[in-house]
């Protein structure tokens, strides 16, 4: 289970690394500039926002080349906080980070139920 968390954690940048196509613009009221990856297909790959000296901060977005979303969170000042979400086939995959750090993880499958409040 630790080692496809650590895979997850270097997945975002790994992916970024590898796009050949982006699209930038600069977000001037928050001082953020916002990228966009595309896969050599066209499709997106990523979207997110980095700060002037090129750390990762705010949402980000992953997208698998058919166009389903594979995983979602925050950065702040690149480091990851807060709810992250991956998804992989029939799971979806909560990972709670404080200070970068794995601080909880919880799991579904699309089999599982949810409790539904009437």
Do not use: C
Not at 35 to 64: I, P, R
Request: proline letters at 1%.
């Amino acid at each position: 289970m630790k080692f496809l968390i650590v895979a997850l954690m270097f997945a975002l940048p790994a992916t970024v690394l590898s796009q050949q196509e982006r699209q930038v613009r600069l977000l001037e009221d928050e001082n953020l500039i916002e990228a966009t990856y595309y896969y050599e297909s066209g499709k997106m790959s990523q979207q997110g926002t980095f700060t002037l000296d090129g750390k990762l901060h705010g949402n980000w977005v992953s997208y698998a080349e058919d166009g389903r979303k594979v995983a979602m969170g925050t950065y702040v000042e690149g480091k990851r906080q807060g709810k992250w979400f991956f998804w992989e086939d029939d799971l979806l995959r909560e990972v709670d980070y404080q200070s970068n750090a794995v601080a909880s993880v919880q799991e579904w499958k699309s089999t599982s139920r949810l409790a539904l409040q009437d």
